[in-house]
């Protein structure tokens, strides 16, 4: 089964960090788009953040552009969210998705979704 799986979510004081990883199942990342969304209580899933196979080009939301990095290491097969600053308003499961090399932040995009990761940001 072709799946994506993440880790690295937690509980973390306001200013802490948290590194998520995101990993496939059955097949490499080398070729595809990693976008991080992600879904806090009672509001819609939204686009954190996206790196691109074409060109490792980097997109980020406005509200955690400065403080979240993405990158990927394809040696390992793997994706990263790097996230700093941490605010309360960061609480949400992170989910990472993988798409074809066009991939925007729109879900439809994504073909490939992992079950997602719970960020608690909270003293």
């Known amino acids: 089964q072709l799946q994506l799986v993440e880790s690295g979510g937690g509980l973390v004081q306001p200013g802490g960090s948290l590194r998520l990883s995101c990993a496939p199942s059955g097949f490499t990342l080398d070729y595809y788009s990693v976008g991080w969304f992600r879904q806090a209580p009672g509001k819609e899933r939204e686009g954190v953040s996206l790196?691109?196979?074409?060109?490792?080009?980097?997109y980020y939301a406005d509200s955690v552009k400065g403080r979240f990095t993405i990158s990927r290491d394809n040696a390992k097969n793997t994706a990263y969210l790097q996230m700093n600053s941490l605010k309360p308003e960061d609480t949400a499961v992170y989910y990472c998705?993988?798409?074809?090399?066009?991939?925007?932040?729109?879900?439809?995009?994504?073909?490939?979704w992992g079950q997602g990761t719970q960020v608690t940001v909270s003293s």
């Open positions: 790196i691109s196979s074409s060109d490792g080009s980097t």
């Open positions: 998705a993988a798409g074809g090399p066009k991939s925007t932040m729109i879900e439809y995009d994504y073909d490939y």
